[in-house]
């Protein structure tokens, strides 16, 4: 090498080291001096934090490369994502707390144990999870999980010694690494050099189906309460393995606004059964903490204005059920590098470093506040049950006498959340209400996750405020449409309920020489049906009940009762076996063979009353102003619970597409704009032609403004009340009480209807939160599901909706031509947990082909 470019080379170090140097300036000021051994993000990656999105895996990269070279850091694999993505957290704390990591773990479960009583935290550090990114296009926090890292693992600072041995550190650098490298990919691929922060660059707009949601669109800062999906399974496994003191959960808001942490807004933030000790007390103490080092950087913020924790499901909600404070930080976004606002720009490495600079608040504040926070969290439990004790309530029976793997469901989520549920020893008459030993469970009020019991079964009648962020109702006992009652005596119990008691049998299904019957009431038939279809096998369902007489005991089979005659396949009866059997064993379901077509009360199998089904091929229309979500909660039901495989068809692509192929299209909520009368007018052809179009929420308005069907909508009357004056200043509270964020209604269901077979209740609980009045059906057998007439269950409602809520119908069949438009008012599939539900969406699917409205 000769001198000059010797010369130049030096000089070319020399000029990327300063610069790096300056970017650490930037977000380091504070912790000084740092182990040169340790490389920093902007080391590691090779270009300074704020100047790319990184990669999750580079991310991870990361993480495993400070555990590969520090004491104090070692790093965990807690699951992985629908994309095989990896959930990571890195564990920083000293070197001698890492030692007695195990003894740490069990000496911090006595103080959340409520059989032990814990009063010296000395020897005790707070266990903190700070969670980053759970919503994949609000970026900014997985960055400073980097420098956070970072600085535990590099910095000799005396602050940070303290928090190294006050603290167990569970770092999460990104919640939703699928919906983060969406997004990540896409401001990447479009950021300009320099940057453009023109706020209509493409950069800084993000095309469908955005980052902000998981693999199958599902928002992951709602799905802690539900556990739908492996991310937030993953992380509640670790939640209840760890209890932490603190949990963070990182965000971003509108480029316009500041930053925001908490308190929350104090009407409408709390959960009714959250301590008040949480927000009086404890959000307090930290958000002085955030104010005086957001005033050092001289960064705008505002607290208790807007937000709420009045859901669960939250990130910042869930841990306060808990025994934690769990703390929700709001950013201005970038989105993108750099993006103009009416007050000057704002850059992606500025929002970095709030986040990184509210990390550390987090983390000074609660080492400060340690004995408080450990002192709350040792009497939380007790506190919970002492409540408990107090309550008239003493237990809920739940359980529905036909559907097995409902029933599972619901267990499984109760254990997920560490209830206790037994056996229901005895049959019961509650309420009027009827429980069979065998098919029934009891959940005592008397424990520890007394405050989950109270969120899964209770219904609020009285709440705080009347406008919420999301949704008012949470009684997840209602979205199972199990029946359920609570009892002021405790009633006997049995065995309790675990993980291993619900591994599913091994099932051995005889050989049948006449055919195969299948009732329809548990929730995995429709998925066991496709089974059988996919496979060739002639399938044929019957629209009247019956029973049999099978080895001299009496079955009753009930309406949609699956039927497969071995003389009506073209496959063998050896190979027909085959495939019931497996299927049976596959989806956990009973198939009961018989030897004769004689039925005791009905006309016998070959009667005209049962039907020959029709495989489903289905496309979902998705894209450009279609609800991602409520696309993705179909998708999702369809791989997942059906294992039916979804075409999603681009809504620009359905003007050339040939529809033939397909017999079931699923139009959800959207705006459908870039549909004219030509598409229209396709979409009524392939209807009338046979098919079975099904839509759901605001797509019923398309497809009636477009005259697909000859129904209408339920007008809403002007009254002397719409005159009325009201002051500027209420109007978000005026506003926001006439909508539906989200409640439970009950329906009168049309159980002899097709979309209703199954169900053994006509009463059934929807989850409403929109303003789409159906009018009931022209035809009068078209009107599947009304509207009880007193038909609130749980969650807010304006009268006047109500008044609409009676003179509508919740879901329609309107006959076109040879076929039929299936129209869900509400939200079937609602989030993925609405197993009460969404079978009338797989009934959609199954059974479209056999509706014959008459006429
Ligand atoms: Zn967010």
Excluded: C
Excluded at 86 to 109: F, G, P, Q, T
């Amino acid at each position: 090498m000769n001198k000059k470019i010797l010369v130049s080379y030096s000089l070319f170090f020399f000029v990327i080291a300063s610069f790096q140097a300056e970017a650490q300036e930037y977000f380091y000021t504070d912790y000084k001096p740092f182990d040169s051994k340790i490389p920093s993000p902007e080391e590691f990656l090779g270009y300074p934090i704020g100047d790319y999105h990184t990669r999750h895996d580079l991310v991870v990269a990361y993480l495993e490369k400070l555990a590969s070279l520090s004491d104090r850091v070692s790093i965990i694999e807690y699951g992985r994502t629908h994309e095989q993505r990896k959930l990571v957290m890195a564990i920083i704390s000293n070197k001698s707390n890492h030692d007695r990591l195990e003894e740490i773990k069990r000496a911090h479960l006595e103080v959340v144990d409520p059989g032990k009583s814990v009063s010296s935290f000395n020897n005790l550090p707070l266990i903190i999870n700070l969670g980053y990114n759970v919503h994949g296009n609000e970026p900014s926090s997985t960055e400073a999980a980097m420098l956070t890292a970072y600085t535990l693992a590099a910095s000799s600072h005396p602050i940070v010694d303290e928090i190294l041995s006050e603290t167990v550190v569970f770092l999460d650098p990104t919640i939703n690494p699928d919906g983060r490298d969406r997004h990540t990919q896409w401001v990447n691929s479009f950021r300009g050099q320099p940057f453009i922060s023109d706020k209509y660059d493409i950069e800084h707009n993000e095309g469908w189906p955005f980052g902000r949601t998981n693999h199958y669109w599902f928002d992951l800062n709602r799905d802690l309460l539900l556990a739908v999906h492996p991310e937030s399974k993953a992380k509640l496994k670790w939640f209840h393995e760890w209890y932490p003191n603190v949990v963070t959960d990182f965000h971003e808001m509108g480029t316009n606004s500041t930053y925001f942490f908490e308190p929350k807004n104090k009407s409408a933030s709390m959960l009714p059964i959250t301590p008040m000790e949480n927000y009086t007390t404890l959000n307090n103490l930290f958000a002085e903490q955030f104010a005086a080092d957001l005033d050092k950087i001289g960064s705008l913020y505002f607290t208790a204005e807007i937000f709420d924790s009045n859901y669960p499901g939250y990130g910042s909600t869930y841990g306060d059920l808990q025994g934690s404070l769990a703390l929700l930080f709001e950013q201005a976004s970038a989105r993108g590098h750099l993006q103009e606002t009416p007050t000057g720009e704002i850059s992606f490495a500025f929002a970095i470093r709030n986040q990184f600079v509210t990390s550390f608040s987090t983390l000074k504040a609660a080492v400060k506040h340690k004995n408080t926070l450990y002192d709350y969290q040792g009497r939380f439990f007790n506190e919970a049950m002492d409540k408990a004790s107090k309550s008239k309530i003493k237990a809920y029976v739940f359980g529905d006498s036909y559907d097995e793997n409902r029933n599972k469901a619901f267990l499984e989520l109760l254990l997920t959340h560490q209830v206790k549920v037994y056996k229901n020893t005895n049959d019961l008459t509650i309420d009027k209400k009827t429980f069979a030993k065998d098919m029934s469970f009891v959940v005592p009020v008397k424990q520890k996750q007394y405050y989950m019991v109270q969120s899964l079964f209770e219904t609020f009648e009285k709440y705080r405020d009347s406008v919420y962020y999301d949704t008012s109702a949470w009684s997840l006992i209602n979205a199972f449409n199990l029946p359920y009652a609570s009892t002021t005596k405790m009633p006997d119990f049995g065995g309790e309920i675990t993980n291993e008691s619900l591994v599913k049998k091994k099932r051995t299904l005889q050989k049948a020489g006449y055919a195969y019957l299948v009732d329809y009431a548990d929730y995995n038939a429709p998925a066991y049906l496709y089974h059988l279809l996919e496979k060739g096998v002639v399938v044929k369902t019957s629209s009247k009940p019956f029973k049999m007489d099978v080895d001299g005991k009496f079955i009753s089979f009930g309406r949609g009762t699956l039927m497969v005659s071995v003389q009506d396949q073209i496959i063998n009866g050896d190979d027909l076996h085959a495939i019931l059997s497996k299927g049976s064993d596959l989806f956990d379901l009973l198939v009961v063979p018989v030897q004769t077509g004689m039925t005791i009360d009905g006309n016998g199998l070959g009667s005209g009353s049962l039907k020959t089904l029709e495989k489903p091929k289905v496309v979902l229309l998705v894209g450009d102003g279609v609800s991602s979500y409520e696309a993705g909660e179909v998708w999702h039901l369809m791989e997942q619970r059906l294992k039916i495989p979804l075409v999603k068809m681009d809504v620009a692509d359905f003007g050339k597409a040939n529809l033939d192929k397909y017999n079931s299209l699923i139009m959800v909520s959207g705006s459908y704009s870039n549909f004219t009368s030509k598409e229209a007018e396709k979409l009524k052809t392939w209807v009338e032609a046979g098919n079975t179009l099904i839509s759901t929420r605001t797509a019923n308005n398309w497809i009636i403004s477009n005259k697909l069907v000859e129904e209408s909508l339920v007008e809403k009357k002007k009254d002397s009340a719409d005159d009325k004056r009201v002051d500027y200043g209420s109007s978000e509270a005026f506003i926001g009480a006439k909508n539906i964020g989200g409640a439970i209604f009950e329906v009168d269901l049309d159980i002899t209807h097709p979309i209703g077979y199954g169900y053994t209740s006509r009463k059934l609980p929807v989850y409403k939160n929109n303003k789409v009045w159906l009018s009931p059906g022209k035809n009068i057998f078209s009107t599947v599901a009304r509207y009880s007439e007193d038909s609130h269950i749980d969650g807010f409602i304006a009268p006047e909706n109500l008044e609409l809520m009676s003179k509508s119908a919740s879901i329609i069949v309107s006959k076109v031509g040879g076929g039929r438009v299936v129209m869900f008012a509400d939200n079937p599939n609602f989030r993925g947990i609405w197993y009460g539900t969404n079978k009338l969406f797989s009934n959609a699917l199954m059974f479209g082909s056999i509706i014959q409205t008459p006429q």
